[in-house]
């Protein structure tokens, strides 16, 4: 028994002794690097619910590459670059999680999902109480969202990849696949997880960026509420049934993510309890769980190596660094204008990462002022990031395809 | 590079003006279902 015949046993091996080095390489990089996420979603670094299963993914899916039967290296995951019809037919019946990727990732199924379960989560009686204030923080921090699309393109991105991987900035996974599996179907498998690796660091960088820009005297500014504006649900279930329709009448490409969000949103306010336990928890969960995994079974070496896997790491953290910036200029503004009772950190909550930045915006004012409240403000302003993300999603959506006809 | 900018200056306009007419939308609603209730259920 030859050297060969023995590794052909185990094939996992085979393919990596055999492979070019750069392959060989990156999958055990990424095999290292599935296990580090795993890490730091057991340590709390890192969002847990998408870190588990999106590196035990990352890891298994650069292990068990095998000899398929036409001779090429593959998996017995999924395809995500099989467009031949037949093939793909032949695909659902072998790789087991294909028939998830094929009717509900690729499509944004998942995405819908999961934006229905943060709908079920909003209290949008924090945008009714102050909407222009919100409005004006959220899109002030979309800043990177808006200003990395021309950087993208100087650096030699297609306007539809600059688009997408401008959609970073926003802060919000499901918008940024959405984007980009409807703008740029090559690229999007590493936007996707830059996107939701860099989520992750919303936890650690922000604090230190309001650190940075906001004076510990700033931070501290007590927000004083005039009058606190009671919002019935009959209010709340208003706009969000007025709210979906204007915005699905404006923006028809961008239509199933608004639907999504504000379904969740009028189910909670309707009060139907049966629907808001299913879509806040098996739907949200299982819908979650299974992002986590597609994204990190994507990863596998031989489709996510690109050269432009470097720049969009780099343009994914300006991205969110900008926003963040964004974000805080919109509070400044507000204080300068407002007659100096307007607490700037609430700004960066204007970055659409419910409810982590709101969370962190209190969290560094509750530091050098524990009976300072902003977390009512902040929230506002968060929930409103989520609309304005949905709001530029349409628009790149909708605009960029006429652009480059 | 330049109609990129272009495109940049125009989509945060969009943006902006889009926000907030949903803002004002949102205060449209919130007191056409205010006067509503008002007329419903009149105070005591």
Known sequence: ??????????????????????????????????????????????????????????????????????????????????????????????????????????????????????????????????????????????????????IAVALGFSYNDAASVAMIGCADGPMVLYTSLMLSKDLFVPIGVVAYLYLGLTYGGYPYLIKFLVPAKLRALPMVEKKVLVVTSAEKLAFAVVGCTVLCLLFPVAAPLFFSLFLGVAVREAGLHYFVDFIGGPLLYGATLFLGLILGVLCEAATILSPKVLLLLILGMVALLLSGIGGIVGGYLVYFFGGRKFNPVIGIAGVSCVPTTAKVAQKSVSEVAPNVVILPVALGANISGVITSAILTGIYVTIIPHLIK | MNSALFVTFFIAGLAFALSMLVAAMIKLVYYTVRFFTAIKEPKS
């Not at chain 1, 185990?10 to 795993?38: H, N």
């Not at chain 1, 619910?49 to 590196?55: A, F, I, K, R, T």
């Not at chain 1, 090429?72 to 999680?97: C, N, R, W, Y």
């Open chain 1, 1 to 150: 028994m030859s050297g060969h015949d023995v590794l052909s046993l185990f094939q996992g091996i085979q393919t990596l002794v055999e492979a070019p080095p750069v392959i060989t390489v990156a999958r055990i990089g990424f095999m290292v690097l599935g296990m580090f996420l795993v890490y730091l979603g057991k340590k709390g670094v890192l969002e847990p619910l998408l870190m588990v299963p999106m590196g035990l993914g990352m890891s298994a899916v650069n292990a068990g590459v095998l000899v398929l039967d036409n001779g090429k290296a593959g998996t017995l995951f999924l395809d995500p670059l099989v467009t031949d019809q037949e093939h793909l037919f032949s695909l659902l019946q072998i790789d087991f999680l294909q028939p998830i990727y094929t009717l509900m990732f690729s499509n944004g199924l998942i995405a819908c999902f999961v934006f229905m379960g943060i709908g079920v989560l909003l209290d949008v009686g924090y945008v009714l109480a102050r909407p222009f204030l919100s409005m004006f923080l959220a899109i002030c921090a979309e800043l990177g969202t808006v200003a990395v699309f021309p």
